[in-house]
């Protein structure tokens, strides 16, 4: 397994930018495909955003399509979360989480599939 730790969530007003990251550590980053979730209080972890190992392939929830981009840089063994236009329902703690993949552009999106995950980041969007 791989060792994920999340960090850049704070607290932003409606409109506004936060950018996530999430830095990977114990094992070979480039071939995990990753993903990012969200849990509000009182919810179920939700998917947000998932990209494969060689960047080329992502996914996103409707919810967050056209706001969100998810990117890595395996160099780094960081994937990074840039979020826009925020709303006060993107309020949540976001988690990392990491899966090895055999194929390249694999992308994974649903939480079961995912066997290594991060502490969390709170992020709240004021209103």
């Known amino acids: 397994q791989v060792q994920l730790v999340e960090s850049g969530g704070g607290l932003v007003q409606a409109g506004g930018s936060l950018r996530l990251s999430c830095a990977a550590s114990g094992r070979t980053f480039s071939s995990y495909a990753m993903g990012w979730f969200r849990q509000a209080p009182g919810k179920e972890r939700e998917f947000v955003a998932a990209?494969?190992?060689?960047?080329?392939?992502?996914y996103y929830a409707d919810s967050v399509k056209g706001r969100f981009t998810i990117s890595r840089d395996n160099a780094k063994n960081t994937v990074y979360l840039q979020m826009n236009r925020l709303k006060p329902e993107d309020t949540a703690v976001y988690y990392c989480a990491a899966e090895e993949t055999y194929y390249s552009e694999d992308v994974l999106h649903t939480k079961g599939r995912f066997g290594s995950w991060g502490q969390g980041t709170q992020v709240t969007v004021s209103s």
């Open positions: 990209i494969s190992w060689s960047g080329g392939s992502t």
